[in-house]
């Protein structure tokens, strides 16, 4: 389960840069908000993973696994 929830995060971080020609083409965005929302998807990811690791350091969370491949 853990290698499955990790693979699904390497999936996201790789399918957001590669949606950038998709929704500059398709629906009509700039470049200055594609860059935006690639951004804001690597410095969140760049964030949260280092603060769940602390709070499963501290305290068992064995549920945390599913639920982060179902919300990611």
Do not use: C, K
């Not at 935006?36 to 969370?61: E, K, N, Y």
């Amino acid at each position: 389960m853990l290698a499955a929830g990790h693979a699904t995060v390497d999936l996201y971080q790789g399918a957001v840069p590669a949606l950038v020609p998709f929704l500059v083409a398709e629906r009509g965005y700039g470049y200055v908000a594609v860059s935006g929302v690639v951004l804001a998807a690597t410095l969140l990811s760049s964030i949260v993973q280092p603060v769940f690791g602390v709070l499963t350091d501290r305290w068992r969370m064995p549920w945390l696994i599913p639920v982060s491949m179902v919300v990611a």
